[in-house]
Every structure is written in C-alpha cells, then in structure tokens.
C-alpha cells in the first residue's frame, strides 16, 4: 500500500509533529513498506494456529515472590540527594 505524502503530513498534523519535507517523503516510503508487510501478512492462512498471549509456550517465566530482609532506612537513603527522616525527599509537582 503506497501512502502518499499529504496522507504522512495528515498523520503528523494529527500527531503534532514538525516534518521537513525530506522526513515527510522519507517517512511515506518507510511506511509503505511497513503496511506492505502487514499486507503480505494477513494474506497467511493461520485458521489451523491457536490463538496464543505469548510469544513462548513457557507458562510463567517469573520466579516465586520469596521475601526478604528490607535495606535498613540508613543505607537505602546513603545515597539519597535529600531526605526527610526516613524517607526520600523529592521536590512538590502538585500544588
């Protein structure tokens, strides 16, 4: 599927993005074989493949939760740029 460049300016305008001219023609030609691929994609016959969540068939690859002992408050914040007893200190973001 050949985008063209006033469909990637369309996209950028919706993105709030600046493109030079150069990127607009770049990105239209970039895209196009993006959407080319997809196309070549969904042309598979995958009717006989299970739907999957995972790119692996490993059930879980996480460990188990095994708790431990926490840092002491001293040396977690050894290193901390500003601290308020035993807690980090961090600058106000909301008023």
Not at 50 to 58: G, Q
Not at 64 to 85: F, K, M, Q, T, Y
Request: proline residues 8%; negative net charge; glycine residues 4%.
């Amino acid at each position: 599927m050949k985008l063209s460049v006033e469909q990637v300016r369309h996209v950028a305008t919706l993105a709030r993005l600046s493109l030079s001219p150069g990127e607009e023609e770049r990105y239209a030609e970039q895209l196009s074989a993006v959407l080319d691929a997809v196309a070549q994609l969904q042309e598979l016959d995958v009717s006989g493949v299970e739907p999957t969540s995972h790119a692996t068939l490993a059930a879980s690859l996480l460990r188990e939760d095994e708790p431990r002992p926490s840092l002491p408050p001293d040396r977690a914040l050894a290193n901390a740029p500003a601290r308020g007893g035993t807690s980090f200190a961090v600058p106000k973001i909301l008023e």
